[in-house]
């Protein structure tokens, strides 16, 4: 039993191509004119109406969405203007209180140093005044201190003790001087 294969249509039918019998030609292409119109027909009355509404209404959809961004940008540029009017708002304020109360310390400042001073000059002439009754009461004592040691040196020196007179007489001629 051998098998064979062969490549001829059922029914022994030999011959070209049904779609290049020239025969045929003429059908063909009345059946190639009448579908092309009818699929002509059906996509301009069907399809290509869908597909346009779709194309506008994604048109539409793209410029309402183009509209809103530029809608909400137009809102954020507004509100990043807003923003940095009140920021340099709020550090103008902040500024001008950091002077105030530097000005305000300041003054504090210059009338804690003139109230302290004037104390201090107080004291001050107060201290000078002390000096001057110290300095002038020593002043006063000088003279009989030093009469005092003149006394003792020279009686020391000599042994006996000089006259009064003449160790005021000695004093005066030395602080003349």
Same mark, same amino acid.
């Given at each position: ?5 062969? @490549?001829? +249509? ?5 011959? @070209? ?9 003429? %059908?063909?292409?009345v059946w190639l004119v009448? *579908?092309?119109?009818? =699929?002509?027909?059906? =996509? ?13 209404? !994604?048109?539409? !959809? ?6 809103? /961004?530029? %809608? ?6 507004? +509100?990043? /203007? /807003? ?9 103008? !304020?902040?500024? %001008? ?5 530097? $000005? ?6 210059? %009338? ?11 004291? #001050?002439?107060?201290? $000078?005044?002390?000096? /001057?009754? *110290? ?11 030093? @009469?005092?040691? +003149?006394?003792? &040196?020279?009686?020391? #020196?000599?042994?006996?003790?000089? +006259?009064?007179?003449? &160790? ?10």
């Amino acid at each position: 039993m051998a098998t064979t294969a062969h @490549t001829e +249509a059922p029914g022994g039918h030999k011959g @070209t191509f049904p779609p290049f019998d020239s025969h045929t030609f003429a %059908s063909q292409l009345v059946w190639l004119v009448i *579908t092309f119109v009818l =699929l002509y027909v059906v =996509l301009a009355k069907v399809a290509l109406p869908r597909v346009g509404g779709i194309i506008a209404e !994604r048109q539409k !959809r793209i410029d309402d969405d183009l509209a809103q /961004a530029n %809608s909400f940008k137009t809102q954020s540029d507004s +509100a990043i /203007a /807003a923003y940095e009017k009140a920021l340099a708002d709020a550090r103008n !304020r902040a500024q %001008s209180i950091a002077n105030d109360m530097r $000005e305000k310390q300041t003054a504090e400042a210059e %009338s804690v140093r003139k109230k302290i001073e004037d104390q201090f000059n107080v004291k #001050l002439a107060d201290a $000078e005044k002390a000096i /001057a009754a *110290t300095k002038q009461a020593a002043m006063a004592n000088v003279r009989g201190i030093a @009469t005092d040691a +003149a006394k003792a &040196i020279v009686e020391r #020196l000599t042994g006996k003790a000089p +006259a009064d007179t003449a &160790i005021d007489a000695a004093i005066t001629d030395v602080l003349k001087r």
